[in-house]
């Protein structure tokens, strides 16, 4: 069975640092996507990034960046110098094969104190 | 980027009431949407999937009597939720994709449905 898990419930942080996010995913099939969404205090679920099996290929994105790791079945997410606006909840998200289905894991409640 | 609208954004309504919860696809043709619920401070919860033409897909746990699934439309989908109890108070989320497969999910902004 696929499983995502972002073993991290909650984490603060002071502006201006650099935090990572872990996510982690078991499946057994071979073709697979794993996806970041965040999802702010007004509850709208923002896209961040989507990575297939085949490419892992680290990924940047101005401060965001993604780490894709198959020997480890991770996908970590690091925000380098945080900003406050960053405040919200980031899902993890997995896909696989012919199942049109995104399973997402339980989320990360990232909090950037000013 | 894909645009997806909910309406309404936020209702309440009594117990035993009926409530229709639309999701759009503004600017692309969406050939499968699925519903999601998610309780508060919990995750994302596949509730059905449902392609345009068809019978929606129900996750099993979910009562397809009672979350009524229509999408009549490759724009337009819309869930109904049938003598709502204050037990289905939730903030639901639809999403659509475009393609097939593994094809990128776009959210619309969500419902928060309050059951008095």
């Known amino acids: 069975a696929q499983k995502v898990t972002q073993a991290q419930t909650e984490i603060s942080v002071v502006e201006k640092e650099d935090v990572t996010l872990d996510c982690v995913y078991e499946?057994?099939?071979?073709?697979?996507?794993l996806f970041w969404y965040k999802q702010p205090p007004s509850g709208e679920l923002v896209f961040l990034i989507r990575?297939?099996?085949?490419?892992?290929q680290n990924e940047i994105s101005g401060r965001y960046s993604w780490n894709f790791q198959k020997s480890t079945s991770s996908f970590n997410f690091t925000i380098t110098a945080s900003q406050v606006v960053d405040s919200a909840v980031y899902f993890c998200?997995?896909?696989?094969?012919?199942?049109?289905?995104?399973?997402f894991g339980k989320g990360t409640r990232l909090h950037i104190l000013p | 980027g894909a645009v997806v609208s909910q309406h309404p954004s936020r209702v309440i309504c009594k117990s035993g009431t009926s409530v229709k919860i639309e999701c759009r696809s503004l600017d692309f043709q969406a050939t499968t949407m699925f519903w999601y619920r998610q309780f508060p401070k919990q995750s994302l919860m596949l509730m059905a999937t449902?392609?345009?033409?068809?019978?929606?897909?129900?996750e099993q746990g979910v009562e397809k009597d009672k979350f009524l699934i229509n999408h009549a439309s490759l724009t337009l989908s819309t869930l109904t939720v049938t003598s709502a109890h204050p037990e289905d108070s939730s903030f639901y989320i639809c999403?659509?994709?475009?393609?097939?497969?593994?094809?990128?999910?776009?959210f619309g902004p969500g419902t928060r449905l309050l059951v008095l």
């Open positions: 449902s392609n345009e033409g068809s019978k929606a897909t129900y």
């Open positions: 499946t057994r099939d071979t073709t697979y996507y």
């Open positions: 990575r297939n099996s085949f490419d892992e």
């Open positions: 999403s659509a994709r475009q393609g097939f497969g593994q094809e990128t999910q776009y």
């Open positions: 998200a997995f896909g696989a094969g012919r199942d049109d289905k995104i399973i």
